[in-house]
């Protein structure tokens, strides 16, 4: 005898008794790994578009030499060409285009395309014919995605903004789909330094060595030999950067996603155990006829895998589903915006997927085996006369357990991240989970021995009935408890980033009208004579214009984004939402400059500390004087004074501007006089801050959208736990509720003490829930986003918002309770009294 | 009239100075208890309730450990086993025939029957076979494919001897076995059970508080709180 036969027993009279039962634990599993696989499959198509794109733009080549925006002199190409290591040199201007009338630049490669050639066949075989006419000095190859976003086809014009210039090209081909799948221009390097000001310049030089060198001896040696913000980077790094940028956006998306599967593996141990709980009358005989305790533990968690397994199937079928109409609508773009592409199609991942059906099954046998467990301890004498174990022995064993799992969850909080991602974090959270489930019995126990008689005969049973019962309490509390802390959880956490990020927001936009150039764009700005034109328009108090352009600073790293605007060490407090000051001190120290806590996490500056900048060619050397919270810039922004900028590069342009209105001046006038001085005024947004406070608190809302869906679904899968674990605690009560009427409880009575039972039980729910869900918004807050996004929040609790979501819990339950009693006292009640199972 | 000589049975069942209490501060349940059961025996066991009746059955099962004392069931001293060796060796060899039927009310009543074999690993075949003659000793195969909850109170304690015995256990434990019926089914069932442990187990023990019942044994004893006694041998 095996726990197999005893597995096919229980399954198949679970079929013919508790197929709802078990219909709600699978579909409850196969939520939680469609909605994981699904994100999972859409991030990882969305990656491998973007990377399979990157590896085109890379080919061939062993090392890419990368500078910054405005380039370097292109002297260094013909110096590294003569290199004896270098078979194959490709210089390359890189420009993201600003286009008139849109937001979003085109990005735009120059190349040599007889040398590109060479290095990324793939790419070039893509012009096909319209090689040739890439020589045309205004002429542009637009790739598919470009030409349909665009809305463009060959021969038709381009407008693109150079300065505050706009300037023609001409689509001389589009490229098919196979060759690019992003949106691109291509020209001729001669014609892109031309149209884009860069004669004498590039920004990248693609280097293919000869057979034999050792690529990463080369790169190492090069450091040295390339003029300050000029970096040799491995192909791989390059390649890799859309999915360094966006790993920590990916990993708490899906740790999000598998809430609901977690959800889900407590809904299993709720049901299991209140089914278990149901069933003990015929596992107790089943033992007493001979099945021994480990056949029925085994035989019990088979029965939760065996669920699972059916779950995760459905689930990866709808995951894959799910994950290609997301592609279709979002075009891959689950909320950050990074992660934004164009027909990207769905890649079979067969491991991932074998990974989530793992985790499938696992969670839900995990879920199994507690209750399994319970049920083969329980001495079978004991079983059969209706015992349901030791109370004091439950609450004993959770005190026990939730107060180590307490003290754990507690200890992971301090430990820093792994590869930038809070996985213990993660693990603090799931470990305080655990210590606040184990520690429900102890908790309700002490609340309900408190509670007073009231002199309600339906009140005064509900309590003695749970406080005798606090094993089943415990399950029907489970599920709700987990879905509903997190949820409280999540809530304190998005209300603090969204209230940190409006007072951010306060900040940055002090001004009434703001106004810049497309942003991401590098072609655009305004030059001196410009910006002096634009300071002159009526109805404008005051001015100060930015200029804000990415840097690189090592090679390994995303670049970062440097701002130079008017500001001191006695303004900065004012202007920046500064964190943390160095102390004032007198030059000759080098000038001050204000770094993001990204800069602190990812280049280890502190304030005090010097910080060396490559600007105009050399490494210039500024002070620490302050860290600054920046929600926009996530691979890092500084703060430099503009004097300071234009003294080191001689580059006096602009980017941006803050407007103050002069009395009774009006907004949108002032606007059109704007436009009017601009000499491509489609390519210039001009906003009121406080639309731009709007609209983007508008896009936070929208990027939590998702966020809010998912724990949405993990509280509804957990009150079908509550629901589930109160209609079979009920049904096994029927004698009970027989025997209440035999003695003359009315059936309303009897109802209205269950309904009782579920506003206790889910007032204990909702409070412990709030309770520990403060407690894991503190790790959220400052551990996991912390360490996820290099950013810090302020704590904010939004209690009214979590009152109401804690009372409609209670309202839900009292329902459920009351329907599910509905039922058990429903039938007749003598022959309930005659029940023995 | 005098008794004719009786060939050496074999010993079934022994229990020696058992004794099981509860709770350090009241008396022992089972103060001593000797017991010696040999094979074709049908003994009743007889007492007040709360005497611990159902103690010794759980006792004798291996459902409960003695404090002290030896219980040796087919000749395996149930102390030197551990619970998984106890439950194996309770699936090969006793039988079981509750006062609140305990079957399963999810399967027919010949699902019900066939279950010790099922637990047993016997082919189906062989399993359907003995389970078909058992519900036809028992007047029962017209009601195979009817669940639990079809069936009368009297039909439903029969389906329950027929599982008790479909494996010819060495031992019949009945605790009770017609405490929820009424007289004349109880009647009918406890003839049922006597003639069955008869023919299909080693011997039988009846736990009952009914003199009637008790009078369909071979001999009675009498439980209380001295210890188990013999009250007469028909």
Known sequence: ?837 | MAEEPQPTRAVVLRLESVRKRFAADRPAVLDGIDLELVEGEYVAVMGESGVGKSTLLNVLAGLDSPDSGRVTLDGVDLSTLDDDAITRLRRRAVGFVFQAFHVLPYLSAAQNVSLPLELLGVPAVERNARTTRMLDALGLAALAARLPRQLSGGEIQRIAIARALVHSPRVLLADEPTGNLDPRSAAQTLQVLRAQVKAHAGAGILITHSRAAAETADRILTLDARGLAAEERR
């Open chain 1, 1 to 837: 005898m095996g726990a197999w036969r005893v597995w096919r027993l229980l399954l198949r009279a679970q079929l013919r008794e508790q197929p709802g039962r078990l219909a709600l634990n699978v579909l409850s599993i196969a939520l939680g790994v469609a909605l994981a696989s699904a994100i999972f499959l859409v991030n990882g198509a969305a990656l491998a578009q973007f990377t399979g794109a990157t590896r085109r733009l890379v080919g061939d080549a062993d090392v890419i030499v990368r500078g910054p925006a405005g380039g370097f002199p292109e002297g260094l190409f013909a110096r590294l060409a003569r290199d004896p290591a270098v078979a194959v040199a490709s210089p390359v201007v890189e420009v993201d285009a600003a286009i008139a009338g849109r937001t979003e630049p085109l990005p735009v490669r120059g190349i040599d395309p007889f040398r590109a050639g060479e290095l990324q066949h793939a790419l070039i075989e893509g012009l096909g014919g319209a090689t040739r006419d890439l020589f045309q000095a205004d002429g542009i190859v637009l790739s598919a995605a470009a030409a349909t976003a665009l809305d463009l086809k060959a021969g038709d014009p381009l407008t693109v903004v150079v300065g505050d210039r706009p300037t023609r090209l001409r689509v001389v081909g589009v490229m098919p789909k196979t060759a690019y799948s992003q949106p691109l221009g291509l020209m001729d390097i001669a014609s892109a330094q031309w149209v884009f000001d860069r004669v004498g310049r590039l920004n990248r030089v693609d280097l293919r060595l000869v057979d034999g060198a050792d690529a990463a001896a080369f790169r190492a040696a090069l450091v040295g030999r390339l003029p300050a913000g000029v970096f040799p980077v491995a192909p791989g790094t390059e390649i890799g950067r859309a999915a360094t940028v966006t790993r920590a956006y990916r990993v708490n998306l899906n740790m999000l996603a598998l809430i609901a599967l977690w959800t889900g593996a407590f809904l299993v141990f709720s049901t299991q155990s209140a089914s278990v709980l149901r069933r003990r009358g015929s596992l107790a005989l089943l033992r007493a006829l001979g099945v021994t305790r480990g056949e029925l533990r085994r035989a019990l968690a088979a029965e939760g895998a065996f669920l699972g397994a059916l779950g995760a199937l459905i689930g990866i079928v709808g995951g894959a589903v799910l994950a290609t109409a997301m592609l279709r609508v979002l075009a891959g773009d689950l909320g950050n915006g990074q992660l934004r592409v164009f027909g990207a199609t769905l890649a079979w991942q067969p491991w991932a997927l074998a990974g989530f059906f793992g985790i499938g099954v696992l969670v839900s046998a995990a879920g199994a085996w507690a209750p399994a467990k319970a049920a083969a301890q329980l001495p079978p004498a004991q079983a059969l006369k209706g015992g349901a174990g030791d109370p004091a022995a439950t609450v004993r064993t959770g005190w026990r357990l939730g107060c180590a799992l307490g003290a754990l969850g507690i200890a992971l909080a301090w430990l820093p991240p792994v590869a930038h991602l809070p996985l213990f974090g993660y693990a603090s959270i799931a470990a305080l989970l655990f210590a606040a489930v184990s520690l429900v019995p102890t908790v309700t126990v002490a609340l309900l021995r408190a509670a007073p008689r009231t002199g309600r005969v339906t009140l005064d049973n509900a309590i003695a009935q749970l406080r005798d019962n606090v094993g089943a309490a415990t399950l029907s509390l489970a599920s709700i408890i987990v879905s509903f802390s997190l949820m409280v959880a999540m809530a304190i956490m998005v209300h603090s980033f969204r209230q940190s990020f409006a007072h951010w927001l306060g900040k940055l936009l002090p001004a009434d009208i703001e106004m810049r150039v497309p942003p991401n764009a590098d072609t655009a700005f305004w030059n001196a004579d410009e910006q002096r034109r634009l300071a002159a328009t009526p109805g404008i108090a005051r001015i100060e214009f930015r200029r804000t352009l990415h840097l690189a600073l090592d090679g390994r790293q995303a670049p970062v984004t440097l701002i130079a605007r008017d500001i001191s060490r006695a303004t900065a407090a004012r202007v920046l939402p500064i964190l943390r000051q160095s102390a004032v001190r007198a030059p000759p120290d080098p000038p001050p400059a204000w770094v993001s806590e990204a800069m602190v996490d990812r280049y280890g500056v502190t304030p005090g500390a010097r910080l060396r900048l490559p600007l105009g060619g050399r490494w210039r050397t500024f002070t620490v004087a302050g860290v600054w919270r920046d929600y926009a810039r996530s691979t890092g922004a500084i703060v430099i004074g503009r004097a300071a900028y234009a003294a080191a590069t001689g580059d006096n342009a602009a980017t941006e501007a803050s407007l103050w209105l002069a009395p009774h001046a009006d907004a949108d006038r002032v606007g059109q006089a704007l436009r009017a001085r601009l000499g491509a005024p489609e390519a210039v947004q001009i906003t009121t801050s406080t639309t731009v406070r709007a609209r983007s608190l508008a896009i936070f809302d929208r990027a939590f959208t998702i966020t809010y869906a998912l724990e949405a679904i993990a509280v509804l899968i957990g009150l079908a736990g509550v629901a589930f674990a109160m209609s079979s605690t009920a049904i096994a009560r029927r004698a009970e509720f027989g025997m209440l009427r035999h003695i003359g409880m009315r059936r309303g009575q009897v109802i209205a003490m269950l309904a009782e039972e579920g506003i206790i039980l889910s007032s204990l729910g909702a409070v412990y829930g709030l309770i520990v869900g403060f407690g894991l918004s503190l790790v959220l807050v400052f551990v996991v986003n912390r360490q996820s996004f290099d950013w810090s929040i302020d704590l904010a609790v939004p209690l009214a918002r979590l009152c109401l979501l804690g009372a409609i819990l209670v309202i839900a339950a009292a329902v459920t309770a009351a329907w599910s009693g509905r039922a058990a006292v429903g039938g007749d009640a003598l022959r309930a009294v005659r029940e023995d199972w």
